[in-house]
Each structure stands twice: as structure tokens, then as C-alpha cells.
């Protein structure tokens, strides 16, 4: 039973535009939901997060959005950059889970020049 | 950066034989968690703890024991390793629970032969 779930394995774009990655969740518990992006041998590291009591927030070129009564959210980059190939993880957390997080499967970017 | 260091980066070793793996952080950080990332799996909890001698199972234990005896140090320890041990771990550590992001490690590979 995947709580969250990340339904495109791999995403192409061309440089300088805009990448969109979806994220789905089936929790109503989950409050908090963060983006994480995976470079090959590396640890993931913190991209971005927003609260449920928000619907969007904004951190440069990255901004996510969340639609509670969908239950989605989405991670947008402007402009793409090649830098930005890597794989990028949706995860979320529920108040009184000690922080603990569920992670979608993962998103491969591709961003070509 | 949290200043996380995984101990060893990389390690083969026979079916049945115990094996630990360690996490070190300098940042004072209360939580620590225990990953493993596996194809198709995204990340996955195995063990967290709440502070020095707290710890409880995540997702997927079975097989695997923690200890944290100092702040700084969370060992993960499977206690006969088997091949569906095969994986990459990561620790990661979160200053509170709640609204903030969890920092990773660079990850250990381990083979299990």
C-alpha cells in the first residue's frame, strides 16, 4: 500500500524550460511534504518544503505546490537547467510520527541542453 | 549540511555474518534515522531514534537492530546479514520533530553475498 507515489519514473525536458514533477499521497494525515533530489552515489539532499496549511511556496527557481483535496502536489523548476538532471524524491510526514517520512518511488530528470 | 559521516562507505561480506553499520553527526541533532534505498523502493524507514537510548522500528526492521548510546552516533546492525540485505543505507538526522527537513548521509553500499 504506497502512501505516496511519484507515477512517472523518468521526465525529459530541454534547458531552460519548465519541469514539473507530480507527487500523489492517500494519507489525510500528512502535513508536512518535502522535495529531495538524488545526485548517482550521493546522499539526498533538501530542496524544498511547504506545510499543509499553505498551497504554495517559493525558493528561487523551485517552487511547490499542494492541492489538499486532491491530495497532490508538484514541484516546478524554472528555468531547467542541466545541472538540475537527478532524481527527485516527494516525501511527507503526519503530525506525531516523530518525523518519520514516506518517500514516493523517485523521478528521474533528465534536463538536456 | 548536518555533518553526517557513514562508516564504511562500501562493504561486501558473506550471508550470515553480522554486520554494523555507523552514523555520525555533529550537529547536536536529536532524531536519527535509519534508510535503505533499494530499485523501485525509494527510500525506505528501517529504525529511528527520539534521543540517546530511545529508538523504534520503522517500516521495515525485521532483521535489523539499532543502538545509540551517544548523540552523535547511531549504529544499524544487521544481525545475520542475508541477500535481501543488499542495499544502499543511509542515515539522516533531524534537529526536532516537525516542520523541518531531515539531512542525509553519503550512504553506505553493502553487498551481501
Known amino acids: 500500500d504506497q502512501q505516496v507515489k511519484q507515477n512517472s519514473p523518468s521526465l525529459s525536458v530541454q534547458e531552460g524550460r519548465i519541469s514539473i514533477l507530480n507527487c500523489d499521497y492517500t494519507n489525510s494525515m500528512f502535513d508536512y511534504f518535502l522535495w529531495y533530489k538524488k545526485y548517482p552515489a550521493e546522499g539526498p539532499t533538501f530542496l524544498i518544503s511547504i506545510s499543509s496549511i499553505k498551497d504554495k511556496n517559493e525558493d528561487g527557481r523551485f517552487t511547490v505546490f499542494l492541492n489538499k483535496s486532491a491530495k497532490h502536489l508538484s514541484l516546478h523548476i524554472v528555468p531547467s537547467q542541466p545541472g538540475d538532471s537527478a532524481v527527485y524524491f516527494c516525501?511527507?510526514?503526519?503530525?506525531?510520527?516523530?518525523?518519520?517520512?514516506?518517500f514516493g518511488k523517485g523521478t528521474k530528470l533528465s534536463v538536456k541542453p | 549540511d548536518a555533518g553526517i559521516t557513514q562508516s564504511p562507505r562500501h562493504k561486501v561480506t558473506e550471508t550470515g555474518t553480522p554486520v554494523t553499520l555507523r552514523c555520525h553527526q555533529t550537529?547536536?541533532?536529536?532524531?536519527m534515522y535509519w534508510y535503505r534505498q533499494d530499485p523501485g523502493h525509494g527510500l525506505r524507514l528501517i529504525h529511528y531514534s527520539y534521543g540517546v537510548k530511545d529508538t523504534d522500528k520503522g517500516e521495515v526492521s525485521d532483521g535489523y537492530s539499532v543502538s545509540r548510546s551517544k548523540t552523535e552516533d547511531f549504529l544499524l546492525t544487521l544481525e545475520s546479514a542475508t541477500s535481501s540485505q543488499t542495499s544502499v543505507y543511509f542515515c539522516a538526522t533531524q534537529r526536532s520533530a516537525g516542520y523541518n527537513e531531515q539531512f542525509f548521509g553519503p550512504g553506505t553500499r553493502l553487498t551481501v553475498l
Open positions: 516525501a511527507a510526514s503526519a503530525r506525531g510520527s516523530q518525523g518519520n517520512l514516506i
Open positions: 550537529e547536536n541533532h536529536r532524531y
